[in-house]
């Protein structure tokens, strides 16, 4: 059944997003090490129930949409943020928090609950191979249906807490939380056959990049020097969580923490 059904995938193109044509490296100096190499593996999805479906350790529901994966608190205070969340061989110096869960399945999870990618924030390269100002037009039922939501859930002497990943972000200027604007599904892109939000562990970025698979939205997703984790509300280092990833509500956009 298992075999049947990654066939089934590959058919109808779920399995792999389909391979852009070549470019110049993203973010060379930016890049994991040799010897932090995220590992690609083959997804094999399970369904769990007549609703949830799971692939590695990402739980996904087809009818509400809505993507759950463990993670940890990786950064409390301090230091700047330029990313949401990381594999956790990936940049995790400037990541909120890290997870083990594969980009390449997390993808996949995407594709198969009908999200559709917009790589809007995906900068186009110069013939040198640098990163240029220019970015895609994308039509806006596709930027729509790219706009998500992502939450975290934790324990905290026993109960149950939840929280919207941005109030867990405060801006270095004004001290306020990060704005409720969506986070964009983009799905990453291929360089030279390799996945790059697999190859580099980027998962959700706060300071846009071509390789991370999520981008920020709001003001000052081109600055990475603004971002910081919000100490009064992030729990401790190594906190346990799960993330929450749902199809953005323009109603969320007026909750407060």
């Known amino acids: 059944m298992r075999r049947g059904f990654l066939l089934f995938l590959a058919a109808v193109g779920l399995l792999h997003a389909e391979p852009e044509a070549e470019r110049a490296p993203v973010e060379p100096k930016t890049l994991p090490t040799p010897d932090q190499k995220v590992e690609e593996a083959e997804p094999a999805v399970k369904e769990l129930d007549a609703e949830r479906l799971q692939v590695g350790e990402i739980i996904f529901n087809r009818k509400t949409r809505e993507i ?3 993670a940890s608190v990786n950064m409390r205070d301090g230091e700047i943020l330029e990313y949401a969340i990381v594999h956790q061989n990936g940049k995790v110096h400037e990541a909120l928090l890290v997870t083990n869960i594969s980009a390449t399945e997390l993808n996949l999870a995407f594709k198969l609950l009908r999200y559709k990618a917009s790589p809007e924030f995906y900068a186009a390269f110069e013939e040198d191979g640098s990163l240029s100002n220019r970015f895609p037009q994308v039509p806006q039922d596709v930027k729509d249906a790219a706009r998500i939501d992502i939450a975290v859930e934790w324990q905290e002497e026993g109960k149950t807490r939840t929280a919207k990943l941005h109030e867990w972000i405060s801006h270095g200027t004004t001290g306020e939380s990060m704005p409720a604007d969506p986070w964009v599904y983009g799905g ?3 360089y030279s056959g390799s996945f790059l939000a697999q190859s580099t562990g980027d998962i959700a970025a706060i300071f ?5 698979l999520i981008n920020y939205s709001g003001k000052d997703n081109k600055s990475d020097e603004v971002w910081f ?5 992030v729990p401790p280092e190594g906190t346990k969580v799960s993330v929450i990833i749902s199809p953005f509500k323009k109603a969320a956009a007026a909750e407060k923490p």
Do not use: D, G, L, V
Not at 208 to 212: E, H, L, Q, V
């Open 188 to 190: 990453s892109m291929f």
């Open 229 to 233: 984790p919000f100490p009064k509300r």
């Open 68 to 70: 759950r994966f463990p």
């Open 208 to 212: 846009i990049t071509n390789a991370s």
